[in-house]
């Protein structure tokens, strides 16, 4: 079983920067994907940002690409940077793991994602 537990979120302004942070427990942080996904009022939910058990390897949807940025660490956290935040961004964010076994890859389907965080709300106003 894995519990994933996000922070960070919060109300902003356009064009400020903030960091969300999901910390997993699990015995074996390194066999999961990570990513994190969004969904706003009315649209369906999208992957944002994803990175390989490893670290080797990340993704990033085109509207943030360039903007965000996806991290993990040793201690069973994995990040997510997101600077320049448009009002477009508003969204509750999830933190998803999928277990992976061979490749450093990562996933973008939220299907293969078996645990998923409460989600955290952020809110960039104009």
């Known amino acids: 079983q894995v519990q994933l537990v996000e922070s960070g979120g919060g109300l902003v302004q356009a064009g400020v920067s903030l960091r969300l942070s999901c910390a997993a427990s699990v015995r074996t942080f390194n066999s999961y994907a990570m990513g994190w996904f969004r969904q706003a009022p009315g649209k369906e939910r999208e992957c944002v940002a994803a990175i390989s058990r490893n670290g080797g390897s990340s993704y990033y949807a085109d509207s943030v690409k360039g903007r965000f940025t996806i991290s993990r660490d040793a201690k069973n956290t994995v990040d997510l940077q997101m600077n320049s935040l448009k009002p477009e961004d508003t969204a509750v964010y999830y933190c998803?793991?999928?277990?992976?076994?061979?490749?450093?890859?990562?996933?973008?389907?939220?299907?293969?994602?078996?645990?998923w965080g409460q989600g955290t709300q952020v809110t960039v106003s104009s």
């Open positions: 998803a793991a999928a277990p992976i076994r061979g490749s450093d890859g990562y996933y973008i389907e939220g299907h293969y994602y078996d645990y």
